[in-house]
């Protein structure tokens, strides 16, 4: 992500709906296309993408609320792939 991106308030693109699906025990993406499948730390980002955080403030809750320090290389590696997606807004 590039440095101006990683400053933006991030959210969800409309089209994709965020969601947890019993049936996979696991939170998707949903998009007229398809779904997405996302691992717990993937939905943990993304649960975050709402418009109130840029990265570095999304990376600072993830920090403290699971008590791991070091986690913004990760973060932004999938910040960048959710955004080279086109997930992200």
């Known amino acids: 992500m590039n440095p101006t991106a990683s400053m933006r308030r991030l959210k969800l693109k ?27 730390s993937a939905s943990e980002i993304l649960l975050r993408c709402d418009g109130t955080r840029d990265a570095d403030a999304l990376i600072a809750d993830l920090e403290a609320t699971f008590r791991t320090p070091d986690l913004g290389g990760e973060v932004r590696a999938f910040l960048s792939e959710a955004d080279r997606r086109g997930w992200l807004e």
């Not at 947890?20 to 939170?27: H, L, V």
């Open 14 to 40: 409309p089209s994709f709906r965020l969601q947890f699906e019993p049936a996979q025990e696991a939170y998707v993406l949903l998009y007229p296309e398809g779904m997405v499948k996302l691992n717990q």
